[in-house]
């Protein structure tokens, strides 16, 4: 399968400051899906990148796919407690389905 | 719709002793496939089926089987628990496998933590 690279592991920050998640491939990837898994809970479908250089909004969480195809990003903008989870990318296409990163775990002091 | 359903919802296992981890999903979806997750490992795949029966191997399969007489269910044995095993296990369904290159979103289960001792 596709393999992604995910940083950072971990994020600290103060409630109301910005959040910035990478996943990286040494290979060109076909598409790349996020997730989102809140503390005891299971991961949770949050969008589906498939075009070189795509951004998608979802309120304040900003997606975007490399030009290149090989990158992909995860912004908050204004972290709510809310947000309080691990965010993971999955790439897709390959013989069995979906690899996922690690994760970036993102914490927030109130 | 219930979704992906999954029981139990934790199990303690003692080395050496078997059991089955059920998941059931109301979606009529095609593709299947079992997870475990451990701390700093993310989300490793275990076994996927792609249809009822038809099923392969993911990148962590020793120690397990699969088997998918029906479209609805896909269950996970463990065949010899070890505390390796240790884990949290999700099963997911997608609507369909990989189609012009593109995976499907996954619906995940809420998870069974066994613990193996």
């Known amino acids: 399968g596709q393999q992604v690279m995910q940083i950072p592991q971990y994020q600290h920050v103060q409630e109301g400051e910005d959040f910035t998640t990478y996943c990286n491939s040494s290979?060109?990837?076909?598409?790349i899906q996020w997730y989102k898994q809140r503390p005891g809970g299971h991961p949770v479908f949050l969008i589906q990148?498939?075009?070189?250089?795509e951004v998608k909004k979802q309120k304040r969480l900003t997606f975007q796919f490399g030009e290149a195809k090989k990158n992909s990003s995860l912004h908050i903008t204004a972290t709510q407690t809310t947000d309080v989870g691990t965010y993971f990318c999955?790439?897709?296409?390959?013989?069995?389905?979906?690899?996922f990163g690690k994760g970036t775990h993102l914490i927030i002091q109130p | 719709n219930a979704g992906v359903t999954q029981t139990p919802k934790f199990q303690v296992l003692k080395t050496g002793q078997s059991m089955t981890l059920q998941c059931a999903q109301d979606m009529n979806h095609e593709y299947m496939s079992w997870y475990r997750q451990d701390p700093g490992m993310g989300l490793r795949l275990i076994h996927y089926s792609v249809g009822a029966g038809i099923t392969d191997q993911g990148e962590v399969p020793n120690g397990y089987n699969v088997s998918r007489s029906t479209t609805e269910d896909f269950p996970l044995r463990l065949l010899s628990a070890a505390p390796s095993q240790t884990s949290v296990y999700f099963c997911?369904?997608?609507?369909?496998?990989?189609?012009?290159?593109?995976?499907?979103?996954?619906?995940f289960g809420p998870g069974t933590r066994l613990t193996v001792t």
């Open positions: 997911a369904s997608s609507y369909s496998w990989v189609r012009l290159g593109l995976a499907y979103e996954q619906y």
């Open positions: 990148l498939v075009k070189s250089g």
């Open positions: 999955a790439a897709g296409g390959g013989a069995d389905g979906l690899t």
């Open positions: 290979t060109t990837l076909s598409n």
